[in-house]
């Protein structure tokens, strides 16, 4: 069996055909993210776990039909929980919480028959791009690290499952995204993702940030691997791979700029690919894209990050208060945003003073957000069109280290990714090539109209046969 090859898909099949067993395939998993410890791509290894659920489904052979994850090892990132693992969000302060129970999310893949090899690693708190965590670390280096060069950054904040699958460690697992959390890391390492549509999955059970923007995500190593486990958590018959010929998506030049020439060659040439297999392929204009969105990303997740934590501290019951929580943060990019805004509720002026956050809060909720989706919506009626493409991440991954957390990595990684979020849109993320300079992934993003889920992922498998795998990392 090839490994580096193998899909959710594939191993579900084998495993359902008894060409292989669960047993086999866990320790594989087991092992190769023992092999990869330099990643720093987990926080938790459960192998005692892992093992005894890959038994239990081979012992019971027959009774598993219906199982449509049956035997397949999976991950899960450490915001999210998992009955019995320790879920530190990414932060000392939560690093001995252990949930009795399953997040509704974990508890539907579980069910499905996954096999959970542990928890991932992630960018403190879910707050940044980077993935460099000083307190988390299994490696030599602090920092979750690319699967195709350790010295660059995984992304964030599903920093470890992005990891994990790039690395071919497992074929696929669970992360959050808030602002383009499970497609940042899936871009930088060559996975596929997909946001939801706000609201599709159920939040319980998920360390926050902000619950009008929150949402868990499947990753993994393919749209039809995405799919599946879409399918597993929201419900629904098998997906079937769109006629491209019917498929018409739009290009806006606002989401062009900031492109490294690997990122701006692998765009153009993926467009002219999708345009010979029959896309229809439109320029558009969303000239108030940047301000609106402007309005509503750290308005809404700062002001929401300090209720939200507070509520779900409660729900712990570890006795934590979001101030003694933020005392322990490890993180200087996570500490400055709580002890600064958080913790104060205070936002950015335009003149940079710090002021009362609620009023700025409540004109994004009341006016700003409702105006970023009728800019969205109109766009798509008016254009007929399906999805809005652009990359999904303007460069390939940087250096990881302390500066990769900047305030100015943080707005250019999510300058193509915040704006479906602060929507509530759907989002995919394909990977499409390796850059021609940089051998590193790039991804493209396809977002599509509120609900659009499944049409989404239709036209996302059908371009996994355009653009293919990308090679494993050497």
Same mark, same amino acid.
């Given at each position: ?9 594939? =191993? ?21 993210? %023992? ?29 598993? =039909? ?32 252990? /949930? ?36 988390? %670390?299994?490696? =030599? ?54 946001? /939801? ?15 009008? #923007? ?14 599946? +486990?879409? #399918? ?8 079937? /791979? ?10 806006? %030049? ?65 006795? +934590? ?28 002026? /335009?003149?940079?003073? +710090? ?25 798509? $009626? ?51 090539? +390796?850059?021609?300079?940089? #051998? ?9 109209? =509120? ?13 996994? $046969? ?9």
């Amino acid at each position: 069996m090839d490994f580096d090859q193998l899909t959710l898909t594939q =191993a579900a099949a084998e495993l359902a055909a008894g060409k292989i067993t669960s047993h086999a395939l866990t320790s594989e998993a087991l092992a190769r993210a %023992k092999a990869n410890a330099d990643l720093n791509a987990f926080v938790t290894l459960d192998e005692e776990g892992a093992l005894k659920a890959a038994v239990a489904f081979d012992t019971q052979g027959a009774g598993t =039909a219906g199982r449509p994850l049956g035997g397949v090892p999976i991950v899960i990132k450490d915001n999210i929980e998992v009955a019995g693992l320790p879920c530190s969000a990414g932060t000392p302060a939560l690093k001995d919480y252990v /949930p009795r129970a399953d997040a509704p999310v974990v508890a539907k893949l579980r069910a499905a028959g996954a096999v959970i090899i542990g928890k991932t690693s992630m960018h403190e708190l879910a707050f940044g791009i980077s993935g460099y965590n000083t307190a988390f %670390k299994t490696g =030599a280096e602090f920092g979750v690290r690319n699967a195709y060069d350790r010295a660059l950054i995984a992304g964030g904040s599903s920093s470890g499952t992005g990891a994990a699958i790039g690395a071919r460690i497992v074929a696929g697992g669970l992360g959050t995204d808030t602002g383009g959390s499970v497609r940042v890391p899936a871009a930088l390492n060559g996975c596929a993702s997909l946001r /939801p549509t706000a609201g599709r999955y159920p939040q319980a059970g998920i360390a926050p940030i902000s619950h009008t #923007r929150d949402t868990a995500g499947p990753m993994a190593a393919t749209m039809t691997d995405v799919a599946l +486990l879409d #399918r597993v958590i929201a419900g629904g018959d098998e997906i079937a /791979p769109a006629d491209l010929k019917q498929v018409r998506i739009g290009i806006a %030049k606002t989401m062009l700029t900031n492109l490294d020439a690997d990122t701006e060659a692998a765009f153009h040439a993926a467009i002219a690919k999708v345009n010979a297999q029959g896309v229809t392929v439109v320029e558009i204009e969303m000239p108030q894209l940047a301000e609106l969105n402007g309005q509503v990303g750290f308005p809404i997740a700062l002001y929401e990050a300090y209720d939200d934590m507070v509520t779900y501290l409660k729900h712990t019951g570890t006795g +934590l208060t979001i101030e003694a929580m933020a005392k322990e943060i490890a993180s200087p990019d996570v500490q400055g945003t709580y002890e600064g805004l958080v913790i104060p509720r205070k936002l950015p002026a /335009p003149d940079n003073t +710090l002021v009362d956050a609620k009023p700025i809060y409540d004109a994004a909720i009341k006016t700003a957000r409702p105006a970023l989706q009728a800019l969205y919506s109109n766009t798509f $009626a008016d254009n007929r069109l399906d999805a809005i493409a652009f990359p999904t991440t303007p460069r390939v991954a940087i250096a990881s280290n302390p500066d990769s957390s900047s305030l100015e990595n943080f707005g250019l990684f999510i300058q193509n990714t915040d704006p479906g979020s602060n929507a509530g849109i759907p989002g995919i993320q394909i990977p499409i090539a +390796l850059g021609a300079t940089s #051998r590193l992934p790039i991804g493209l993003e396809l977002d599509g109209p =509120a609900g659009s889920d499944r049409r989404l992922l239709a036209i996302g498998i059908a371009l996994d $046969a355009v653009f293919g795998r990308l090679p494993p990392p050497r």
